[in-house]
């Protein structure tokens, strides 16, 4: 599965993936294309399990859903 995000003033990306009745999440790192398009494949079965983004801005972290989910 392809993951993409727009955030073109982020410095790092990090899509977090968990299983809706899981313990902990999978965090994959997220590679910058052009104009801030950030993207991750994922390979394997990933139904039942829910996702968001870890945005950096500024140093700071911040976790966001998809706006287009």
Request: charged share 30%; hydrophobic share 45%; net charge negative.
């Amino acid at each position: 599965t392809d993951f993409r995000l727009w955030a073109p003033t982020a410095l790092k990306v990090k899509l977090k993936l968990k299983r809706v009745m899981g313990e902990e999440a999978e965090l994959f790192p997220m590679e910058r294309g052009e104009r801030g398009v950030w993207s991750c494949e994922v390979t394997g079965d990933l139904d039942r399990f829910l996702y968001s983004f870890l945005v950096c801005i500024n140093l700071e972290w911040k976790e966001a859903v998809d706006p287009y989910a």
